[in-house]
């Protein structure tokens, strides 16, 4: 294997740069973390759930948040299958864009008063996401908005002059800059950074609920990795425990 010539590694310190500007700044909103995690842990506490959704690429998160070691039990996924890009990408990002899609998907979904509603949308401003947000807050049912303000102010208005952020009980920012790439830094087209920077926003929250959870008392329903020593007779206990409201788990 060849050595990395200075020239190499002077290239990759943006990349790593810019990423850790992202972290520090999710890190600063310890206001917001706080107020989305005694959302969740009000749910969780009050044997509610979380519902996850978000489309296209966002969709990453919502497998992170589902079924995921160390991840809370009480998420179900909420998502259409015609936003998925893994089966035909042009038409996930048209199928997105489609009036009607998000609240059709509320309608749907069994959201009831004591759950929340996680939205994942970088540039939260095409109709399915927007669509979410307020069809959960018509239901009297919090949102918790991960999103990126800088991304969403620049990104084309496909939802009549609104954003996620604007239908958020709490709004989590990813500041993920517009177009979502950070190489080279001096005309940005590659290196995406929206995934890691909404990834962490999602770990930073579990931490911030479980030390919540820690102050009040309450034992968290989380899974346990399957590979290690018990792991799946407590698996099979959380199962059993949300198998009714997540069909999913069982599917």
């Known amino acids: ?44 506490n009050g044997d509610g759930i979380v519902h996850a959704a978000g489309a296209g690429h966002s969709l990453a998160m919502v497998c ?11 998420v179900r996924p909420m998502w259409d299958p015609e936003v998925l890009p893994l089966t035909g990408a042009l038409r996930s990002s048209a199928a997105e864009r489609v009036p009607g899609r998000g609240r059709a998907l509320v309608e749907k979904s069994d959201i009831r008063q004591g759950d929340v509603v996680v939205v994942f949308s970088t540039s939260g401003r095409n109709p399915y996401p927007v669509e979410i947000a307020q069809a959960s807050l018509a239901r009297d049912v919090p949102v918790i908005a991960v999103t990126s303000t800088a991304a969403s102010a620049a990104a084309a208005d496909r939802s009549g002059g609104t954003r996620l952020a604007d239908h958020a009980t709490v709004v989590l920012d990813t500041h993920v800059p517009p177009g979502d790439v950070v190489y080279p830094a001096s005309a940005p087209r590659t290196s995406a950074v929206s995934t890691v920077a909404a990834a962490y926003v999602w770990s930073a929250l579990l931490a911030e609920l479980a030390d919540l959870a820690d102050e009040r008392g309450v034992d968290l329903p989380l899974w346990t990795s399957a590979n290690v020593p018990g792991g799946d007779e407590r698996n099979v206990e959380l199962v059993a425990r949300y198998g009714d409201r997540i069909p999913e788990l069982s599917a």
């Open 1 to 44: 294997m060849g050595r990395v010539s200075t020239t190499e590694v002077k290239e990759i310190v943006p990349v790593r740069d810019r990423t850790r500007e992202l972290i520090d700044a999710i890190d600063s909103q310890h206001e917001n973390l706080a107020k989305a995690a005694e959302l969740v842990l009000d749910a969780v």
């Open 64 to 74: 992170e948040t589902f079924y995921r070691a160390g991840g809370l039990a009480a």
